[in-house]
């Protein structure tokens, strides 16, 4: 059975980092495309970042461009997302996804797979 599990959330003030772990199994992961999402209270569910299966290319919202990375290592099936310089405005529960056709997509109805969420909180 397929499984996405986050981990790395917290509470972290702002100017801080985070970095977020994705440990998928049950599916071959390392063929998947990966991303990104988060979702605030009373907000839709927003793309911030994927990756590409064939040439690892990432992909960004506008919005955490320059400030977090995304990266796979899929000798251990895990998906991470490095998050500097933390805004207040970056809090919200954030998704690990995959997509089996292995391309970028940037909305959420582009992946089949989601984990559970782990929230983030950037206090001011």
């Known amino acids: 059975q397929a499984q996405l599990l986050e981990s790395g959330g917290g509470l972290v003030q702002a100017g801080g980092s985070l970095r977020l772990s994705c440990a998928a199994s049950g599916r071959p992961f390392s063929s998947y495309a990966m991303g990104w999402f988060r979702q605030a209270p009373g907000k839709e569910r927003e793309f911030v970042a994927a990756?590409?299966?064939?040439?690892?290319?990432?992909y960004y919202a506008d919005s955490v461009k320059g400030r977090f990375t995304i990266s796979r290592d899929n000798a251990k099936n895990t998906v991470y997302l490095q998050m500097n310089s933390l805004k207040p405005e970056d809090t919200a529960v954030y998704y690990c996804?995959?997509?089996?056709?292995?391309?970028?997509?940037?909305?959420?109805?582009?992946?089949?797979?989601w984990g559970q969420g782990t929230q983030v909180t950037v206090s001011s």
């Open positions: 996804a995959a997509n089996p056709d292995g391309r970028y997509v940037g909305w959420p109805r582009g992946y089949d797979y």
């Open positions: 990756i590409t299966w064939s040439n690892g290319n990432a």
